[in-house]
């Protein structure tokens, strides 16, 4: 098991209120013993100015779920 502690979705979901992490949409969508798996929107928060997803933000959603 790679969990030190139980957690809800819910739970780790509220815990990114008012962050970057909720600033993107970003959320945690399933939680397993040795997994997780979360999503973010391809939307005008997401993209770069050519209207493709921004680099950043991909970044930010792998340290998201890589950090959780």
Do not use: Y
């Not at 008012?18 to 013993?33: A, Q, R, Y």
């Not at 979360?38 to 933000?57: F, W």
């Amino acid at each position: 098991m790679i969990w030190n502690q139980t957690f809800s979705l819910s739970v780790i979901n509220q815990m990114s209120a008012g962050t970057l992490v909720e600033n993107l949409g970003i959320t945690i969508d399933e939680i397993g013993d040795n997994f997780l798996t979360g999503s973010m929107p391809v939307d005008n928060r997401t993209l770069q100015p050519m209207g493709l997803l921004h680099g950043g933000a991909s970044a930010a959603l792998a340290e998201t779920l890589g950090s959780i």
